[in-house]
């Protein structure tokens, strides 16, 4: 299955985009507090094991983002887009799910 994590935050934010840059630090905020709102305490925990390694606030973010839409998958909550997707020369749907 097939992620977007911008996607995935604005489906999880009442399908409203988040309005600032995931980069930045009002960005980082906002999804922040959605994953908080989740999994309160396992972010700055996993931020913890992940000291020393080389990777971006944003980075971690989005793989929540992922994680929020596989619980969705688990769950048969997930919608998929576009709704009637695409086939590829290998058979395979183009598509993403949120």
Not at 17 to 27: A, F, T, V, Y
């Amino acid at each position: 299955r097939e992620v977007h994590p911008e996607v995935c935050f604005a489906r999880w934010n009442a399908g409203k985009p988040m309005l600032h840059r995931k980069s930045r630090r009002p960005g980082r905020l906002e999804r922040e507090a959605l994953i908080d709102s989740v999994w309160p305490g396992e972010r700055e925990k996993l931020r913890g094991l992940l000291h020393g390694r080389r990777y971006k606030p944003d980075d971690l973010n989005d793989a929540f983002a992922a994680l929020w839409t596989a619980r969705r998958i688990r769950n048969n909550e997930v919608a998929v887009l576009p709704v009637s997707p695409p086939i590829d020369a290998a058979g395979l749907r183009m598509e993403i799910v949120v």
